[in-house]
Nanobody
Framework: QVQVVESGGGLVQAGGSLRLSCAAS????????MAWYRQAPGKQRELVAT???????NYADSVKGRFIIFRDNAKNTLYLQMNSLKPEDTAVYYC?????????WGQGTQVTVSS
């Protein structure tokens, strides 16, 4: 079975940085498109950034210039480098792995940005 585990969240002051990691197992990682989503309390889950198996990248407008998504296929790991964090970035961040038949989600990692 595909397993997806996020890590790296925590509490940081506005302007700080965090790096989130998403470790995936049970899939052909290099063939998977992947994405980071986030969900703030009372809000819908929203797309943050995507990266395809070819390395094509897209960002939500709200994070452009601040976040960087990248992947290390040798380590079966997806990353989200989060810089210049804002309180509005506070959310649970989820990793999505698009496998052959199904999308697979991790349990999320909490990011809290204080003013």
């Amino acid at each position: 079975q595909v397993q997806v585990v996020e890590s790296g969240g925590g509490l940081v002051q506005a302007g700080g940085s965090l790096r989130l990691s998403c470790a995936a197992s049970g899939s052909i990682f290099s063939r998977n498109d992947m994405a980071w989503y986030r969900q703030a309390p009372g809000k819908q889950r929203e797309l943050v950034a995507t990266i395809t198996s070819r390395g094509s990248i897209n960002y939500a407008d709200s994070v452009k210039g601040r976040f960087i998504i990248f992947r290390d296929n040798a380590k079966n790991t997806l990353y989200l480098q989060m810089n210049s964090l804002k309180p509005e970035d506070t959310a649970v961040y989820y990793c999505k792995v698009e496998a052959f038949m199904n999308d697979h989600w991790g349990q999320g990692t909490q990011v809290t940005v204080s003013s």
